[in-house]
T-cell receptor, first 111, second 109 residues
């Protein structure tokens, strides 16, 4: 158990819709990162939040956005869903960012 | 950005066999982690090893930072070792890791 929980575990949406994925980090962890993992690939970094501010962003368009809350929870929002957004979305938390602990992920299917 | 290559891409073993997984990276790193992703998608930390050697039970890892590679050793493999093994590296002041494409391991009973 990593102490990082994600919800929901599975989700089906249609193209053009919006989705919100949630993550609850370990108590005391001040960074949270989100990753997208396509089938057969390694996780790709989307962005990281540190003390509720975005602290780094990968090569993802602005329709991917996030929030981090003071209670160690965070959200990933994706607007105007596209078919290629179908993937496993992983949340990871840590203290200072050196070692990250991952949740089990949310599997998103866009039809 | 930094490139990470893992080999072999696929590995099939009989229970009890030993194996070595390799991670090559294209630039100097200050962070390196090995993960095991189980069939349900959960990524489990195995080692945080930017340099040196560590051991945890049947698993051990060695990173030679000056030569830009890391090795993960699995001894006496078990069926529960099946899954995908990822190497993730970071460089610079902020740990934004770059993952390799992984090594898919299947251990048969």
């Amino acid at each position: 158990e990593t102490g990082v929980t994600q919800s929901p575990t599975h989700l089906i949406k249609t193209r053009g819709q919006q989705v919100t994925l949630r993550c609850s980090s370990q108590s005391g962890h001040n960074t949270v990162s989100w990753y997208q993992q396509a089938l057969g690939q390694g996780p790709q970094f989307i962005f990281q939040y540190y003390r509720e501010e975005e602290n780094g962003r990968g090569n993802f368009p602005p329709r991917f956005s996030g929030l981090q809350f003071p209670n160690y929870s965070s959200e990933l929002n994706v607007n105007a869903l596209e078919l290629d957004d179908s993937a496993l979305y992983l949340c990871a938390s840590g203290q200072g960012g050196d070692i990250q602990y991952f949740g089990a992920g949310t599997r998103l299917s866009v039809l | 950005g930094i490139q990470v290559e893992q080999s072999p891409p696929d590995l099939i073993l009989q229970e009890g066999a030993n194996s070595t997984l390799r991670c090559n990276f294209s630039d100097s790193v200050n962070n390196l982690q090995w993960f095991h992703q189980n069939p349900w998608g959960q990524l489990i930390n195995l080692f945080y090893i930017p340099s040196g050697t560590k051991q945890n039970g049947r698993l051990s890892a060695t990173t030679v930072a000056t030569e830009r590679y890391s090795l993960l050793y699995i001894s006496s493999s078990q069926t529960t070792d099946s899954g995908v093994y990822f190497c993730a590296v970071g460089s610079g002041g902020s740990y934004i890791p770059t993952f390799g494409r992984g090594t898919s391991l299947i251990v048969h009973p």
